[in-house]
């Protein structure tokens, strides 16, 4: 495994590499046109991997039966790209191997009114999971400060002056401390909250829109806002650059994905999973005293019958 570290005041930031995600924590300056999109800088054994996949599949689904009988913790997984990033594909393959029992996918779009009348982090807080269970966000509130900084927004939200009057740079700067703060508190009750960003090139972004408009089965996908939102695609780069920079932490780790090749991606992201299940040491709650005490005599019970 390849590690290099990077030092800015005096948080130490690892990147780790190499059948591994890139994984970032503590405050850092990544430029993402330094990270692959794709299988290539690895120089992976696509067959060797694709192999490996369906073993980590199952290692998973252990892992969360134990976590869903455990309930002492609950796990929030945040996938976040730019159109056609394949996050609907890689709920699909990857969650798909849970028991649907205990797992919750939220796919989030534009904002209601109703939801525009609360803070942001209302309609996500409400749907939490139970302590035990897996939450999936389809994007989350990291759109508030992404999408909405993007488009500038902010500027139409009904807010008291002395939030609306803030410039740009000190509301999205109070936006990231609150967020910050809000999945410190989630940790700090029992909840581990995994942040994806897929990370997919401008040159894959562009095949994925061909072949939307090329196969009618897939026409539905496609939208003209995805050509609106392809013009911002730099810049849209540039902010998930500094929202990662600015909301990576020990507790909240954010992962950056390649994204171009789905069997990579599928793979690096049940390896998360599966090592943040490990890492909260979930176990088979043990039998009652009573329980324990006459399990010969249930089992004479039913022998009988």
């Known amino acids: 495994m390849k590690v290099k570290e990077l ?9 780790e590499c190499n059948y591994r995600p890139y994984k970032f924590y503590g405050i850092l300056q990544a430029h993402f046109d330094e ?14 991997v694709i192999a490996r996949s369906p073993d980590k599949l ?9 976590l869903y009988a455990d309930g002492r913790e609950g796990l929030i997984i945040i996938f976040q790209s730019i159109d056609a990033g394949g996050k609907d594909s890689t709920i699909k393959h990857v969650i798909g191997g849970m028991n649907p029992a205990g797992v919750y ?5 534009q904002p209601s009114l109703e939801e525009l009348s609360h803070d942001y982090l209302w309609r996500f807080h409400k749907v939490l999971p139970k302590r035990g269970e897996i939450a999936i966000f389809n994007r989350s509130y990291y759109e508030d400060v992404l999408t909405v900084q993007l488009h500038h927004l902010e500027k139409g939200y009904r807010l008291p002056k002395r939030i609306s009057e803030l410039n740009e740079e000190d509301f999205f700067t109070k ?9 410190k508190y989630l940790y700090q009750n029992g909840y581990r909250v995994i942040k994806i960003f897929l990370h997919v090139s401008k040159e894959e972004q562009k095949k994925r829109f061909m072949d939307r408009l090329t196969h009618e089965e897939k026409h539905w996908k496609f939208s003209p806002d995805d050509l609106k939102e392809r013009a911002h695609f730099e810049e849209y780069m540039a902010l998930c650059e500094e929202v990662i920079n600015q909301t990576a932490t020990k507790h909240a780790p954010w992962y950056v994905i390649p994204a171009d090749d789905k069997w990579y991606t599928r793979y690096l992201v049940s390896e998360i999973i599966v090592d943040t299940l490990k890492a909260c040491h979930p176990r ?3 039998a009652s005293d009573e329980i324990a005490a006459h399990l010969d005599e249930y089992k004479r019970e039913l022998n009988e019958e």
């Open 58 to 66: 199952k290692e998973m689904a252990k892992m969360q039966e134990k």
């Open 284 to 286: 088979f709650p043990e």
């Open 7 to 15: 030092l800015r005041s005096e948080e130490v930031v690892k990147i």
């Open 35 to 48: 990270l692959p999109t794709d299988a290539h800088k690895e120089h992976l054994d696509k067959e060797i």
């Open 175 to 183: 936006r990231y401390q609150q967020i910050n703060g809000y999945e």
């Open 105 to 109: 996918v939220y796919s989030f779009k």
